[in-house]
C-alpha cells in the first residue's frame, strides 16, 4: 500500500537561513501533494498544492517541488523567520481518490 | 466570510457516553472531511460526505463511529460508549469540489475529545 514519510521530526535552524524539509512516497506516484502548516493547538492551514505534472511552484518565501523519479516533493521556506517555527505536513491524493493520506509531520524550529 | 467552524473545542466524557462533534463548512463548501490526530500520530483520514451522503468512510472505525451531513445544518461525528482510545483531536474540513479535483481542504480548529 501507498505510504508517505517526512524524514525529520525535528528540525532546527538558523534565522535567515533555508529550511529544506522531505516528504517521501513509496509505490504509484500521487496525483498531487499538499503542504500544511499547523500550529500547536491548531488546525492545519494550506500552504501550498503541487501537481504530478508540475516540478515546482512558489508563493512568496515558500517553494515546493516535485521528483517523480525520487518520489519526492521537497518544501523550502527562504530567509525562515522564527514565526515559521511550526509542524509542516505533506499530504498527497492519488487520481480520482476522495481522501488525503498525510505524513507524520515535520516539527521546524527557527532560532533566532 | 468565516473559516470552517467547529465546536465545542474541548469536550470530556467518561467512558461510556456518547460525544457528538459539530462541523460548519465554509461557505459554499458542500464537501466536508473528518480526520483524527493522535498525540505523537499523523493525521488520519475517517470520512467524507457530501450534502445527505456519506461518499467514503474507509476510514471509520466500525463501530460505535457514524457521521452524517444533513440537508440543513453542521455535519455531525457522533462516538457511541466512548473508551480512553477515542481521545484525540479531530479535526473536519471541507473543500469548494472533491479532494480528488486537485481542491485543497480548509481545516476547522478542531475538537479536543478527553475521555476519562
Request: with cysteine; proline share 6%; glycine share 8%.
Amino acid at each position: 500500500s501507498q505510504k508517505i514519510e517526512q524524514n525529520s521530526e525535528a528540525l532546527n535552524i538558523q534565522e535567515g537561513k533555508t529550511a529544506t524539509l522531505t516528504c517521501n512516497y513509496t509505490n504509484y506516484s500521487p496525483a498531487y501533494l499538499q503542504w500544511y502548516r499547523q500550529d500547536p493547538g491548531r488546525g492545519p492551514v494550506f500552504l501550498l498544492l503541487i501537481r504530478e505534472n508540475e516540478k515546482e511552484k512558489r508563493k512568496e518565501r515558500l517553494k515546493v517541488t516535485f521528483d517523480t523519479t525520487l518520489k519526492q516533493s521537497l518544501f523550502h521556506i527562504t530567509a525562515s523567520q522564527p514565526a515559521d517555527s511550526a509542524t509542516y505536513l505533506c499530504g498527497y491524493s492519488g487520481a480520482g481518490s476522495y481522501q488525503l493520506t498525510f505524513g507524520k509531520g515535520t516539527k521546524l524550529s527557527v532560532i533566532p | 466570510n468565516a473559516g470552517v467552524m467547529q465546536n465545542p473545542r474541548h469536550l470530556v466524557r467518561r467512558r461510556g457516553q456518547e460525544a457528538r462533534l459539530r462541523c460548519s463548512p465554509m461557505k459554499g463548501h458542500s464537501h466536508v472531511y473528518w480526520y483524527r490526530q493522535l498525540p505523537e500520530e499523523g493525521l488520519k483520514f475517517m470520512v467524507y460526505l457530501q450534502k445527505e451522503n456519506i461518499i467514503d468512510e474507509s476510514g471509520m472505525p466500525k463501530e460505535r463511529f457514524s457521521a452524517e451531513f444533513p440537508k440543513e445544518g453542521p455535519s455531525i461525528l457522533r462516538i457511541q460508549q466512548v473508551v480512553r482510545g477515542d481521545s484525540a483531536a479531530y479535526f473536519c474540513a471541507s473543500s469548494l469540489a472533491p479532494v480528488s479535483s486537485y481542491n485543497e481542504q480548509f481545516f476547522g480548529p478542531g475538537t479536543r475529545l478527553t475521555v476519562l
